[in-house]
């Protein structure tokens, strides 16, 4: 390492922002720190992404509600989930004891307990927050293929079947739509539909079917339907402080690929509907990526692509994204790339693959005088490696940083303070009942029995009649075309009437609401 001197004022100025910033720490020098050198990341800067990474038990929950907090003090919204519960205690002050006051003083923060305006939610409504869902239709094709775990070629096959419903007008709010439109496609009456689809082989159909049942019988009914949640209610601010919404994910070890991928639905969407901003003083809302190597596992290369498109673009929305995982080789490079800041926390090298993370992490810092190989093995807890990108966009020094304490509840809020929370929030009365309002599954079944009905009037009308003494063609015809009647019965033409122009779907074949 260079001389402490140098270490210092090389700090001092590098992290000297004329604007405002988010106070991680004080630089670390020898095991002591100097609150002269302040270590922070440029506000407007924070739309630039960024990531915090280090093994479990290191302290990146912690970094992680110290910055929600000093977003929410700036007026910026704040949107995380919530994996383990612990940053429910943002809501409430948190309670200082001499050991915390004495880091505080040696780092120079003026520590104050201090509770945040947080809003609780919980996907479908499986957790104490107020219910998160979203509908098929918006979620889309390829996102929905990610939680099934389908291949490329069935991919492909239920982008078919969501552009048919479309055409159709079948609107797709829950499982039960997409199941009763693939089953109609893979019936005698929809073969023509199928064959017409083209690419779309039965038997890739049935497997389709079959994945969304075993979906459902995890559970997962309850995640989609509506009231459709409306990604704009993120973008709230209390007495000039911003909101921190808080998604609660239990269980997530049964269903990881449907919570990651949830999130980048919530993403999506708000790319989809926010205008464009260009650089700002201030981001609108900073989202925190919890286990993101969960959103990346066997993910197909056209849907990394799009999450890199996502996070590149949606920086001109006024959103800034923080990926939280152990490690930065667990974020693909094309993502990677466009994360300007970085939390580091201890790693372990304790197996040939801990060493191979190891040198892939250092690989991604810019140089420094520090020995960074045996530095991230020996920080303690609270602390990290950071470099941040400065307010003229380059990378700031390296810096060993001790982090600040947060101001909340460093614990899980208790349960009354929870359900107190949520029974006063606004959003419970617009999200907690469920609406099941017309949609494909009803629009089928109408189909199906006006079918039945006219070919039970038919079979009565034929029986009432007096046999012909020669078969007539034109009967022949009629019985083979039963389809084209059921067509052009009065509940199939209004069916039809209802069908409009195609969804118009962007990033991940989700559709774009219309506000």
């Given at each position: 390492?260079?001389?402490?001197p140098?270490?210092?004022?090389?700090?001092?100025?590098?992290?000297?922002?004329e604007?405002?910033a988010?106070?991680?720490?004080?630089?670390?020098?020898?095991?002591?720190?100097?609150?002269?050198a302040a270590?922070?990341?440029?506000?407007?800067?924070v739309?630039?992404?960024?990531l915090?990474a280090?093994?479990t038990?290191?302290?990146?929950?912690?970094t992680?509600?110290?910055?929600?907090?000093?977003?929410?003090?700036?007026?910026?919204a704040?949107?995380?989930?919530?994996?383990?519960?612990?940053?429910?205690?943002?809501s409430q002050p948190g309670?200082g004891n001499?050991?915390?006051l004495?880091?505080?003083?040696?780092?120079?923060q003026?520590w104050t307990?201090?509770?945040?305006?947080t809003?609780?939610y919980?996907?479908?409504?499986?957790?104490?927050g107020?219910?998160?869902?979203?509908?098929?239709?918006?979620?889309?094709?390829?996102?929905?293929s990610?939680?099934?775990?389908?291949?490329?070629?069935?991919?492909?096959?239920?982008?078919?079947?969501?552009?048919?419903?479309?055409?159709?007008?079948?609107?797709?709010l829950?499982?039960?739509?997409?199941?009763?439109v693939i089953?109609?496609?893979t019936s005698?009456?929809?073969?023509?539909?199928l064959?017409?689809l083209?690419?779309?082989?039965?038997?890739?159909?049935?497997?389709?079917?079959?994945?969304?049942i075993?979906f459902?019988?995890?559970?997962?009914?309850?995640?989609?339907?509506?009231?459709?949640?409306?990604?704009a209610?993120?973008?709230?601010?209390?007495?000039?402080k911003?909101v921190?919404s808080?998604?609660?994910?239990?269980?997530?070890?049964?269903?990881?690929a449907?919570?990651?991928?949830?999130?980048?639905?919530?993403?999506?969407?708000?790319?989809?509907?926010?205008?464009?901003?260009?650089?700002?003083d201030?981001?609108?809302?900073?989202?925190?990526f919890d286990?993101?190597?969960?959103?990346f596992?066997d993910?197909?290369?056209?849907?990394?692509?799009?999450?890199?498109?996502t996070v590149?673009l949606?920086?001109?929305?006024?959103?800034?994204?923080?990926?939280?995982?152990?490690?930065?080789?667990?974020v693909p490079?094309?993502?990677?790339?466009?994360?300007?800041?970085?939390?580091?926390?201890?790693?372990?090298?304790h197996?040939p693959?801990?060493?191979k993370?190891?040198?892939?992490t250092v690989?991604t810092?810019?140089?420094?005088?520090?020995?960074?190989?045996?530095?991230?093995?020996?920080?303690?807890?609270?602390e990290?490696?950071?470099?941040?990108m400065?307010?003229k966009?380059?990378?700031?020094?390296?810096?060993?940083?001790r982090?600040?304490?947060?101001?909340?509840?460093?614990?899980?809020?208790?349960?009354?303070q929870?359900?107190?929370a949520?029974?006063?929030?606004?959003?419970?009365?617009?999200?907690?009942?469920?609406?099941d309002?017309e949609?494909?599954?009803?629009?089928?079944?109408?189909?199906?029995?006006?079918g039945?009905?006219q070919a039970?009037?038919?079979a009565?009308?034929?029986?009432?009649?007096?046999?012909?003494?020669?078969?007539k063609?034109?009967?022949?015809?009629?019985?083979k075309s039963?389809v084209?009647?059921?067509?052009?019965?009065?509940a199939?033409?209004q069916?039809?009437?209802?069908?409009?122009?195609e969804?118009?779907?962007g990033?991940f074949?989700?559709?774009?609401?219309?506000?």
């Open positions: 390492m260079a001389e402490t140098d270490v210092v004022e090389t700090v001092k100025q590098g992290y000297a922002f604007g405002p988010i106070e991680l720490g004080s630089l670390l020098v020898d095991g002591t720190p100097n609150p002269e270590v922070r990341i440029p506000l407007s800067m739309n630039r992404h960024g915090v280090g093994a038990g290191t302290g990146k929950t912690k992680l509600q110290l910055m929600a907090e000093q977003l929410s003090a700036a007026g910026v704040v949107f995380a989930a919530d994996i383990k519960g612990d940053l429910s205690g943002i309670e001499e050991k915390l004495a880091r505080t003083k040696a780092i120079g003026e307990g201090t509770g945040f305006p809003e609780f919980a996907l479908g409504g499986q957790g104490s107020v219910p998160i869902r979203a509908t098929i239709t918006s979620f889309g094709p390829v996102l929905l990610k939680v099934l775990g389908l291949n490329d070629v069935q991919e492909s096959s239920l982008g078919l079947i969501f552009h048919y419903a479309d055409k159709q007008g079948l609107t797709l829950d499982l039960k739509d997409l199941r009763a089953t109609h496609l005698d009456e929809g073969k023509g539909d064959k017409e083209g690419g779309l082989s039965a038997a890739t159909a049935g497997v389709i079917l079959r994945s969304l075993g459902a019988d995890q559970g997962a009914e309850a995640f989609f339907g509506e009231p459709e949640f409306d990604t209610d993120l973008l709230q601010q209390r007495d000039g911003g921190v808080l998604l609660e994910l239990p269980n997530l070890q049964d269903r990881p449907l919570f990651s991928t949830f999130l980048m639905w919530l993403l999506a969407d708000l790319f989809h509907d926010l205008p464009e901003v260009g650089d700002v201030k981001p609108k809302l900073v989202f925190f286990e993101a190597h969960l959103l596992n993910a197909s290369k056209a849907f990394l692509d799009s999450i890199a498109q590149r949606i920086r001109s929305k006024g959103v800034g994204v923080f990926f939280v995982t152990q490690t930065p080789k667990d490079d094309d993502v990677l790339a466009q994360l300007g800041s970085r939390v580091q926390h201890q790693l372990r090298a197996t693959n801990d060493a993370a190891l040198k892939a690989s810092f810019p140089n420094s005088s520090y020995e960074l190989a045996e530095v991230l093995t020996q920080l303690g807890i609270g990290a490696i950071v470099t941040v400065n307010e966009g380059a990378p700031t020094p390296v810096a060993w940083t982090l600040r304490a947060p101001q909340s509840l460093m614990a899980p809020a208790s349960a009354e929870l359900s107190a949520v029974a006063a929030s606004a959003n419970h009365a617009k999200y907690s009942e469920v609406v309002r949609s494909a599954y009803e629009k089928l079944a109408a189909k199906v029995q006006a039945a009905a039970e009037a038919e009565q009308a034929k029986a009432q009649q007096p046999a012909p003494e020669q078969p063609p034109r009967a022949q015809k009629q019985e039963m084209e009647q059921v067509v052009g019965s009065s199939f033409k069916f039809a009437r209802s069908a409009g122009r969804i118009v779907r990033l074949g989700a559709a774009r609401r219309k506000r």
